[in-house]
């Protein structure tokens, strides 16, 4: 039973648009959510946080939003550029020193 | 290295065989984990150490896998008489504290 869940496992978007990526929980207890970026042969790449006592984390061209009562988050990337494509992994844990539980991936493809 | 090194990157085994995997985390990093990635999925939790000890080994799919970190730095995953289904990448991540956690590379292990 995924707790992490998303369930668009591709995306495409036109470079200089918006993506945006979705991630849905079913935890409760999660306190604090991830998004990993991941380059085929290569690890996880942190990318963004947040902690669940705020609804919004923005990091210049990436920003996270929080819905806790809709147990939802977001990430957006604007504008979109070529190297922005890669696989995005939202994830989550009960706090930051804790196991961290992902989702399955969304792969994003930028358009030229 | 600035980052977190695993070998080997690749590592083919026959059925039956017994493997390991190293991880060298950041210097310094006390907290270490192992996470198992199937093709197509998330990361999934293994086990987690904080320095040498092993707080956490719920994800451990059966008693044939087995981690040590003895130091508290360097770490060995041990996958005993090895299955067709323990093929997937390996990646261990480290972290210092109450941060985000760094991936190493992953080793895919494929099992014949």
């Known amino acids: 039973d995924q707790q992490v869940k998303q369930n668009s496992p591709s995306l495409s978007v036109q470079e200089g648009r918006i993506s945006i990526l979705n991630c849905d929980y079913t935890?409760?207890?999660?306190?604090?959510f991830l998004w990993y970026k991941k380059y085929p042969a290569e690890g996880p790449t942190f990318l963004i946080s947040?902690?669940?006592?705020?609804d919004k984390n923005e990091d210049g061209r990436f920003t996270v939003f929080l819905n806790k009562s809709a147990k939802h988050l977001s990430l957006h990337i604007v504008p979109s550029q070529p190297g922005d494509s890669a696989v995005y992994f939202c994830?989550?844990?009960?706090?930051?020193?804790?196991?961290?539980?992902f989702g399955k991936g969304t792969r994003l493809h930028i358009l030229p | 290295g600035a980052g977190v090194s695993q070998s080997p990157r690749y590592k083919v085994a026959k059925r039956g065989q017994d493997v390991a995997l190293r991880c060298d985390p950041i210097?310094?990093?006390?907290?270490l984990f192992w996470y198992q990635q199937a093709l197509g999925q998330g990361p999934e939790f293994l086990t987690y150490?904080?320095?040498?000890?092993?707080?956490?080994k719920s994800g451990l799919p059966s008693d044939r896998f087995f981690a040590e970190r003895p130091e508290g730095s360097v770490s060995t995953l041990k996958i005993q008489r090895t299955q067709q289904e323990d093929s997937a990448v390996y990646l261990c991540?480290?972290?210092?504290?109450?941060?985000?956690?760094?991936f190493g590379p992953g080793t895919r292990l494929t099992v014949l």
């Open positions: 991540a480290s972290s210092f504290g109450y941060n985000e956690q760094f």
């Open positions: 935890n409760s207890m999660f306190d604090y």
């Open positions: 947040i902690s669940s006592i705020k």
């Open positions: 994830a989550a844990s009960a706090s930051r020193d804790d196991k961290i539980i």
């Open positions: 210097s310094g990093h006390v907290s």
């Open positions: 150490f904080q320095n040498e000890a092993q707080l956490d």
